[in-house]
């Protein structure tokens, strides 16, 4: 189920809030909680059965017999699929329907009778308590879904279709899908240096990698507004990886990246990897990965022999894309335990602008794969 997102109330020209942000606001919030109490037609179709089941016993007995008896549990049955007011109105129905067969057989105050009304009764009370909890439960779960797509939308803004001089396309999908995040991280900024894009994996999974890709993006939005130099930025975020391994306790915690900087003036195209996969250049019918030096990872860069390579210039021909991806599209694995072959799928493509590179890889991999078992997160981007 989708959960509902939150609109801003926007100031109109005069000043005035459009009520009409509200309006939708409320119309999500409804069509979440419909979606989350929907019953299956079995679920809505079971309190018939019964009640034509009853009625066919009770023609198929001795008139001396009443089977009212089996329609006892009806108010719980439709508990499932109505909420408590009707539950109540079930359950006034079913003990007079019940009176009805025992007048029929000439046994309305007989003690048994009287107690199966009893029964009827309390089911009714069982059964409003079960909708009313169930409404409730419903209630939490949307609004539950609600901060995760906030929460989501908050850490990872949706990819601009342009940013810079750059055209751009993104595909995150969080092997957990009702989480909205996972551990993989990107995000596209436009700053005074240029155009700077982030792309990592995150070590380990759970929450914990939820609070280290929301404090990377963090220290990488304002960073990447305030440092020159690419190289400087790559190690502003090492830095960072590192205090909050320090201070978790966690010394195995890294961050695999790639960083980019695009100049919309001169259209250079600078890249950083910190332990990443190496991004592809891919054009039609053809895909060839960037070759770069490979540093640590954010978060062990301390641990290096020397001093951090430069940031690499990357040339990008006229009609191809450069591809960003992480190890949840390499390591998707079929039914037999095959890889996703991603170079030789991405060679079969005849058009290959960021748009068309995303939705194919969209799909496919999770034709390949079925199920996804980790994060997955591309960035496809082309000189606007």
Not at 24 to 46: G, H
Not at 54 to 62: G, H, I, K, T, W
Not at 97 to 124: D, I, N, V
Not at 129 to 135: D, F, K, W, Y
Request: with cysteine.
């Amino acid at each position: 189920m989708p959960a509902p997102t939150v609109s801003p109330v926007r100031a109109a020209p005069g000043g005035e809030p459009r009520p009409q942000h509200g309006r939708e606001a409320t119309a999500r919030w409804e069509a979440a909680m419909a979606e989350a109490l929907r019953t299956p037609l079995w679920a809505r179709l079971l309190p018939v059965l019964l009640l034509v089941a009853d009625l066919a016993l009770e023609e198929s007995v001795p008139r001396s017999v009443a089977a009212g008896f089996l329609l006892t549990v009806l108010p719980v049955v439709v508990a499932f699929s109505v909420g408590p007011a009707v539950v109540a109105g079930a359950t006034v129905l079913t003990v007079g329907l019940q009176a009805l067969l025992a007048l029929r057989s000439g046994h309305l105050y007989e003690q048994h009778h009287l107690w199966t009304y009893l029964a009827t009764a309390l089911s009714g009370v069982m059964g409003a308590g079960l909708s009313t909890q169930r409404r409730r439960q419903a209630r939490a779960l949307v609004r539950m879904r609600a901060v995760v797509d906030t929460l989501q939308h908050t850490v990872l803004h949706p990819v601009p279709a342009r940013a810079g001089g750059l055209r751009a396309a993104g595909l995150y999908r969080p092997a957990e899908a009702d989480v909205g995040i996972g551990g993989d991280l990107y995000d596209v900024s436009e700053t005074r240096h240029g155009t700077r894009i982030l792309l990592g994996d995150v070590r380990g999974k759970g929450l914990e990698a939820v609070r280290t890709v929301a404090d990377v993006i963090g220290a990488f939005r304002i960073a990447a507004h305030e440092t020159a130099d690419l190289g400087e930025l790559a190690a502003q975020l090492d830095r960072q990886v590192r205090r909050a391994a320090e201070q978790r306790g966690d010394g195995e915690l890294f961050v695999t990246a790639v960083l980019l900087q695009h100049d919309p003036e001169t259209g250079r195209l600078d890249l950083v990897n910190r332990g990443h996969l190496a991004p592809l250049v891919v054009g039609p019918g053809t895909v060839a990965a960037v070759r770069c030096p490979e540093d640590l990872p954010l978060g062990l860069g301390h641990l290096a022999a020397g001093p951090a390579a430069p940031p690499t210039a990357v040339p990008l021909p006229p009609g191809h894309s450069l591809l960003l991806h992480t190890d949840g599209v390499t390591e998707a694995r079929d039914r037999d335990g095959a890889f996703y072959p991603l170079a030789a799928r991405l060679g079969t493509l005849p058009i290959t602008d960021p748009d068309t590179l995303v939705a194919f890889l969209d799909q496919d991999v999770r034709r390949h794969a079925g199920v996804l078992g980790d994060d997955l997160a591309v960035l496809a981007l082309r000189a606007a």
